[in-house]
């Protein structure tokens, strides 16, 4: 197994800076879940010059930022999002790659409820690529040529940071869901299994090869968390094995597990109407007011 990524500081340290969400349970707490947890590390995770400045930008009145990390069971809020950007001069346009927003408004990062049902790399990514838009001074709002600028130069800031496993593994999986399907030459996969695939990829569930195996579909998996998704999309669990690898070779083995998902050939067509259903609400727009990144 690769080792964790080297923390340079202490999560005290964070609470102590008021950059972690408040209040809010703590990482080693029980029933802190995967948004909070993914905030702490990444904020743990940030170079040292990151992290000073977003200390500067927490503290700043004219740049400063909050979070917004509703719990899974709330349906509905009244939240007060308080200005925390002081108004400007019609004349001053300080943000880059967008639209200004000249009055008073609250720069807010919203991690979504549905982040709970992805895995450990895509949490960490999207808080570490939310984060580089306040760093880098990003506007609220950027389209077209504007909007494809800013996403580059987010995500060369965010493996700047030490993030480019987990963005490289992200942006992976967002061009093989819109490409082939990474399964052997010579394998045959039924039509139902093909739409599931790529349903799922589009989710950002890291699959690798799939192939039948008599009544069931076997898919090849590296993290327990993107089988809890399909268990969760699913509504059930399925048979699920682990299988030792060598990732090196003779004179300097890497062992690795992998996890085989069973799938029975019956269960497909239902899984796919519920991933298809999964997907839709994943792709809607947020409500006015919120960006989409």
Not at 78 to 83: H, K, S
């Amino acid at each position: 197994m690769s080792a964790m990524p080297k923390r340079l500081r202490a999560f005290q340290q964070v609470c102590q800076d008021n950059l972690y969400p408040h209040p809010a349970a703590l990482p080693d707490q029980q029933g802190c879940d995967r948004r909070h947890q993914a905030v702490a590390e990444v904020l743990c995770r940030v170079p040292e010059e990151a992290y000073e400045r977003f200390k500067r930008i927490r503290k700043s009145r004219r740049r400063s930022f909050d979070w917004f990390i509703p719990p899974l069971g709330t349906l509905g809020l009244v939240y007060p999002f308080l200005p925390n950007v002081r108004p400007r001069k019609q004349s001053m346009q300080l943000e880059r790659f967008g639209t200004s927003i000249l009055k008073p408004y609250a720069r807010i990062i919203y991690l979504s409820p549905f982040l709970e049902l992805r895995g450990r790399d895509a949490l960490v990514y999207i808080v570490a690529h939310e984060l580089a838009h306040v760093w880098l001074n990003h506007a609220m709002y950027s389209f077209d040529q504007e909007g494809e600028k800013a996403e580059r130069e987010v995500y060369r800031k965010v493996c700047s940071w030490g993030f480019q496993p987990e963005a490289r593994k992200i942006e992976r999986l967002r061009e093989d869901a819109a490409s082939e399907l990474t399964t052997p030459s010579n394998v045959c996969l039924p039509e139902e299994a093909t739409q599931l695939i790529r349903l799922a990829r589009a989710a950002d569930v890291d699959m690798g090869p799939c192939y039948p195996e008599g009544k069931q579909l076997c898919i090849e998996f590296y993290a327990i968390g993107d089988i809890e998704i399909v268990f969760k999309v699913a509504r059930c669990s399925y048979r699920v094995t682990t299988e030792q690898y060598n990732d090196g070779d003779g004179s300097d083995p890497s062992y690795r597990l992998m996890l085989l998902l069973f799938i029975p050939t019956a269960d497909l067509s239902e899984l796919v109407r519920k991933f298809g259903v999964y997907v839709t609400e994943l792709a809607k727009p947020p409500q006015a007011g919120n960006e989409t990144r």
